[in-house]
């Protein structure tokens, strides 16, 4: 019965600012790590960002580096990601995704590692 619901995708400008939402529901677990994916229409699925439970942690892809930002707010169940001087590239739908396991930064950037995935929410960026 877990269940993780993105929201605030939509059409932005290059340059400009995007804040992605993504609230947990269901059971609970003692260990949860949070990622972002993103796939772009006849692409691989490719790694976004990561982060731990207690947000310690964190992990980023190369090309996004600098530019998002990923955090939560474990009292509301929600993990976010600020996407800032948004680029064309960054078109795609997006997926929030929770794993079981402990934050591990070998494994974050793999599908495999996570338990549970989002529909997605698609971020359009013009140029």
């Known amino acids: 019965q877990v269940q993780l619901v993105e929201s605030g995708g939509g059409l932005v400008q290059a340059g400009g600012s995007l804040r992605l939402s993504c609230v947990v529901s269901?059971?609970?677990?003692?260990?949860?790590?949070m990622g972002w994916f993103r796939q772009a229409p006849g692409k691989e699925r490719e790694f976004v960002a990561a982060i731990s439970w207690r947000g310690y942690s964190t992990n980023y892809a190369d090309s996004v580096k600098g530019r998002f930002t990923i955090s939560r707010d474990n009292a509301k169940n929600t993990v976010y990601l600020q996407m800032n001087s948004l680029k064309p590239e960054d078109t795609a739908v997006y997926y929030c995704a929770a794993s079981r396991s402990n934050f591990s930064p070998v494994v974050v950037q793999t599908t495999r590692f996570y338990d549970y995935w989002g529909q997605g929410t698609q971020v359009t960026v013009s140029s």
């Open positions: 269901g059971r609970t677990f003692s260990s949860t790590s």
